[in-house]
Each structure stands twice: as structure tokens, then as C-alpha cells.
């Protein structure tokens, strides 16, 4: 389940005619057809179940996930980390991704994986169809779901590292009324067997279910206080050695840099022996 360069955010909706919102509306409708729950527990254990051979996931603060329906704004290393976030959140409420950005879900195996399971609420290309998706969003927030944003909009290299977030997931907290929780995942900037990957869960920030559009100014507040929750959630975590051939073939498998290639790549071996200098071997968890 990748989330890539085209990750979800929920910009704030533009006006559009009611022919445009059916057009929409459909599209959705073919891409991300209802799916019963059945389908969704078989695509939780199996994604559960691959990520916890893999890897070693530790999950820090799941009691302070909310009962009901919430935002989960997560930090993205990694197209891998969706998993993660399976790996960590209970059963119930149901869980959504709001992506990938997606013209077809009906090709390829991870989008058919998907869309079978009802797991992703995509949006197409060029950010068209954002109007029926965050009305999608919304609805599912209705029903009690989670909603899991990559607030960031893109992966990035670097444990310790958080992207300026986009105003989407604070946006649609605002809109919708519910709960929006920080979640750091870290220890996919290289994916390696039995690494260890932690999924830290932060307090959820609570918001106001005020009526109408979110003012500008209450969206970039609680941004600015999800932007600090993230930053403290992965500032102990420490940069990781690459893996072998193998783990870094696994890494860079699905990921869409907007550089082209992952950036730093050139200094990698430096990096590398600056890590191994400034922690104990036994600190370095190597595939």
C-alpha cells in the first residue's frame, strides 16, 4: 500500500458545480466501491501478519488512540509504512487512507489489494476528484472510522526528521469535528529483516465541531501544534545504517522521490560511518 509523493491531504474543497460533484462522485464510487468488513479484517491480518515477521514493530501509546472516529496525521519514511499503521491500531474503528493518487485502482496488485479490501478513499492525478474525496472522508469520519493522513505529502529520508506539514489532516479535523492524533513511525528509512520499527502515538488534539468552513487561522494553529507533537514523537529515534543489496532493493521498491532518487544517497557511506562511530555495535540493528 504505497502513499508516496502523492500522499493524502485534504486541501480545502474549491467550489464546484453539481454536475462536476456527480462526475466525481462517480468515479469514486467505481474506484473505492463499498466493502464489506470481512474484506477488510482478511486485508488487516494479512498486511498485520507480513509486517510482523518482517520486522520487529514496537507500537508506544496505542491506549491513547480515541474509541471513535479520528484524524491519524503519520510521518512517512517509507511507501511500507501504511502497514505499519495496521500494526498498530485496533480492529475496530474501521481504518481508511485518505489515497494514493490514482487514476485506476483496478490495476495492479497492491491498488486491487486496495480497493477489494475498501481501505483507501483515492483521489486522481493533479489533485482532481479531491472534492469527492474529502466529501468521501467526511462521510467515513460520520460513520465512526478512522481517517490516516500522511500530512507531510511525501516520503522523506532521515529518522529524526518531520516535513513541514500540509493544512489537509488539520483541515479536515476542524471540518469534521473529531479528534487528530499524531503517530510517528520510525525505522523505515531502510527497511531490513527483524529491524526494529517503532509506531509512537501521541496525545490526540482536540478540536471544537464548530459549523461551516474552518478559518484559516484555527487550521494553521492546529498544524503548528501537530508539526510539534511529531518532531518530539521522533526526536529520540536514531538514524539507522543501510541494510544489504537486498533491504535497500526492499527500500527504494515502491517510493516516489519528487527528487528523482533519494537524496543524500551520494553520502551514504560517510553517513553511515558516522552512525557507527556514535553508537555501540550492538545499538545498530543490521539486516
Not at 214 to 222: E, G, N, S, T, Y
Not at 233 to 244: E, T
Request: net charge positive; proline share 10%; charged share 25%.
Amino acid at each position: 500500500m504505497a502513499v508516496t509523493s502523492s500522499d493524502p491531504v485534504a486541501p480545502v474543497p474549491t467550489r464546484i458545480g453539481p454536475r462536476a460533484q456527480a462526475v466525481g462522485q462517480d468515479w469514486m464510487d467505481g474506484q473505492a466501491p463499498a466493502s464489506p468488513m470481512r474484506r477488510y479484517r482478511v486485508v488487516r491480518f494479512f498486511l498485520r501478519l507480513v509486517v510482523r515477521t518482517f520486522s520487529r514493530v514496537r507500537v508506544d501509546g496505542a491506549d491513547l488512540l480515541p474509541a471513535g472516529p479520528s484524524i491519524l496525521c503519520f510521518t512517512h519514511e517509507n511507501w511500507a509504512d501504511p502497514f505499519y499503521v495496521f500494526a498498530a491500531v485496533p480492529v475496530c474503528p474501521r481504518l481508511y487512507f485518505f489515497g494514493p493518487e490514482q487514476d485506476e485502482m483496478r490495476h495492479g496488485f497492491r491498488n486491487r489489494l486496495m480497493r477489494w479490501g475498501g481501505v483507501v478513499i483515492p483521489f486522481r492525478p493533479g489533485k482532481r476528484g479531491l472534492k469527492a474525496a474529502t466529501a468521501r472522508a467526511e462521510t467515513r469520519l460520520d460513520e465512526g472510522a478512522i481517517v490516516a493522513i500522511a500530512g507531510e505529502g511525501r516520503i522523506h529520508a532521515g529518522e529524526g526528521t518531520v516535513l513541514p506539514l500540509r493544512d489537509g489532516p488539520a483541515y479536515l479535523s476542524l471540518r469534521a469535528g473529531v479528534p487528530i492524533v499524531p503517530v510517528a513511525i520510525n525505522g523505515t528509512t531502510w527497511l531490513g529483516f527483524r529491524r526494529v520499527v517503532r509506531v509512537r502515538v501521541g496525545l490526540p488534539l482536540e478540536v471544537s465541531n464548530l459549523p461551516g468552513r474552518p478559518a484559516a487561522d484555527q487550521v494553521r494553529r492546529l498544524t503548528a501544534q501537530l508539526q510539534s507533537s511529531l518532531e518530539m514523537l521522533v526526536a529520540d529515534f536514531p538514524d539507522q545504517l543501510r541494510p544489504g543489496p537486498t533491504g535497500r532493493w526492499l527500500t527504494e521498491l515502491f517510493n516516489e522521490w519528487p527528487e528523482g532518487s533519494r537524496p543524500g544517497i551520494d553520502s551514504q557511506p560517510e553517513e553511515d560511518r558516522r552512525i557507527q562511530s556514535a553508537s555501540h555495535p550492538q545499538d545498530s540493528i543490521q539486516s
